[in-house]
């Protein structure tokens, strides 16, 4: 029986863990079914605990760019774990991958490591707003900058602008300092600033929105938003957890040519351990505590294991002059294809990508916000997932996640990929 051994350790893990599992979208909520348990997972393949195999397509909702069980990062985290795994003070190689990451990057000079992108982007608005002295942000609908209480935010009823808290437990004071505006949508950005002259400290965005499925930027959209930050003196934050390190060298930043002020990382930058951080210029970074008088703080932030698989991460990516091509052409590659085969099968569909992150949505409009992307079938793409996922292809278990492309795909891994979309859409 397919997923006999998974569907034994949910039921055993319900007993103990909320919904099962550590982090909501791993249940298969939204898709249905029991969510597979996985064994271990090498270089482009996931293998489940009834060792059925999977080409995978999350690669840890984006962090194995080089493949699962990369070997200079294992390498490099055993070392490390021999001398001691945490020890309170600083360490050389939090230097290390400092320097390294601020020489990749555009525009930032100095950065602090924390725990996980929640942690950054928290961090980050908590950085601004003492940086500017104003307290409201603007965030964009279906971006998202992790769980913490500012960013849990819906749109508010009508036309009002002030945001409601979408989970209990956040607070509406919390809730009125978000406000919202809409991806791809300056007018509604405009809008906010005109009505809140001199109080927004900062604009958060993903300058690639993945977690409405993939919605690159339109034109100049991140131009202007650089263009209101600065003539109305509010920094301009780009989440870039998902995109940095992903998209260039330098991030969305570079793809882009538009600096931000603060820039927030995680997923990538931790080579699969739990790790995220924020930069920006020597000026806003100096804020901080100890230098300045914004606090911040983390017991096993900076931790040598993390930093350890970071750093040799981190090399690997600045070292391969030609990676972001390879992703480039293989992520290409597999769009022409499913583009072919959908057509061939005569499915609506949008497919939307930037380098290698990629989403189909099913859907005849073009999606460049949260509403275009809720438009998009959720009952076919369900199908679509069980389907995948039973012949051996592992996407994302949602229809508003991203597919995150590995550099250990091979072209027989996405023929195959191919191969099986063309048979679950005949
Ligand atoms: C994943 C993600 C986060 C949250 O990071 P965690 O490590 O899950 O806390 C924040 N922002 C973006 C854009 C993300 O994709």
């Not at 003196?233 to 002020?261: C, H, P, S, W, Y």
Request: proline share 4%; glycine share 8%.
């Amino acid at each position: 029986m397919l997923y006999k051994r998974s569907s034994e350790l949910f039921v055993e893990a319900l007993k103990y863990i909320p919904g099962g599992v550590n982090s909501p979208v791993r249940a298969f909520k939204s898709v249905g079914g029991t969510p597979i348990f996985i064994k271990k997972a090498n270089g482009a393949y996931l293998f489940d605990e009834d060792d059925k195999r999977y080409i995978d397509y999350i690669n840890s909702w984006g962090p194995m760019i080089l493949g699962h069980a990369y070997q200079p990062v294992i390498d490099a985290v055993i070392e490390k774990t021999k001398l001691g795994t945490s020890f309170g003070t600083p360490t050389e190689i939090e230097t290390k991958i400092a320097k390294l990451a601020v020489s990749m990057v555009p525009n930032i000079d100095k950065i602090r490591f924390v725990n996980s992108g929640t942690e950054a982007c928290m961090s980050a608005v908590r950085l601004a707003r003492g940086f500017t002295k104003r307290e409201k942000i603007i965030k964009f609908r279906g971006c998202y900058h992790g769980h913490s209480d500012s960013f849990l935010i819906a749109a508010g009823s009508g036309l009002s602008t002030f945001g409601v808290p979408s989970s209990p437990g956040v607070t509406k004071g919390t809730a009125q300092d978000t406000l919202l505006a809409n991806f791809n949508d300056l007018n509604s950005v405009k809008e906010l600033f005109q009505a809140n002259k001199n109080e927004i400290a900062a604009i958060i965005i993903e300058p690639v929105a993945g977690n409405m499925g993939c919605v690159p930027p339109v034109n100049n959209f991140l131009q202007e938003l650089r263009s209101i930050c600065d003539e109305n003196g509010t920094l301009l934050i780009f989440d870039e957890v998902m995109t940095g390190f992903r998209l260039a060298k330098g991030g969305a930043q570079e793809l882009f040519n538009v600096n931000a002020d603060i820039v927030c990382f995680g997923k990538v930058i931790g080579g699969g351990l739990p790790v995220g951080a924020f930069a920006a210029r020597t000026e806003i970074m100096d804020y901080l505590a100890p230098v300045g008088p914004v606090y911040q703080a983390g017991t096993l932030s900076g931790n040598p294991l993390a930093m350890a698989a970071g750093l040799a991460m981190l090399q690997a990516i600045n070292n391969d002059a030609e990676l972001f091509n390879r992703l480039e052409a293989k992520t290409a590659y597999l769009e022409e294809g499913i583009r072919k085969v959908l057509n061939a099968n005569n499915k609506t569909f949008t497919v939307n990508r930037v380098g290698s992150m990629i989403s189909i949505f099913f859907c005849e409009n073009a999606v460049e916000n949260y509403e275009d992307a809720s438009k998009a079938d959720t009952p076919e793409f369900k199908k679509f997932f069980h389907d995948l996922l039973e012949r051996g292809i592992y996407i994302a278990p949602s229809s508003y996640e991203t597919w995150f492309i590995t550099d250990a795909l091979s072209y027989e891994d996405l023929d195959e990929t191919i191969k099986v979309i063309d048979e679950v859409t005949k």
